[in-house]
């Protein structure tokens, strides 16, 4: 009877320690799933970042081309308003200057 109680306490030590290897192998592989799948999340995390950072991106050259195409249209209406109004008194500064050339040869 003592035989058969070592043998069992001898099969039972022989289970533990199967079951402690099959129980490190499984935590093994949990472990290594667990870090390709946060490997995966990460890599679809930077792609996705990427890709909000480059549509922002695009946005603001947009607004700012926008932006820049109406204040070159401004500066140029600016210019032909001045061109314009330097149009309207051409007359005048030439007459001004005829007459203070004129006045200035007369009394000499």
Known sequence: MFTE???LIKETEENAEALRKSTKSDAKRLVEEAQSKAAR???DAELQ???NFDALVRSGM???DGQYEAA???AGRQCEEMADRA???EKD???TIV???VKSSVNC
């Open 5 to 7: 109680e070592l043998n």
């Open 41 to 43: 999340i990460l890599a």
């Open 49 to 51: 970042a990427k890709q």
């Open 62 to 64: 947009e607004i700012a």
């Open 72 to 74: 070159l249209a401004a």
């Open 87 to 89: 149009g309207l008194k």
């Open 93 to 95: 500064v030439i007459g």
């Open 99 to 101: 007459e203070r050339i």
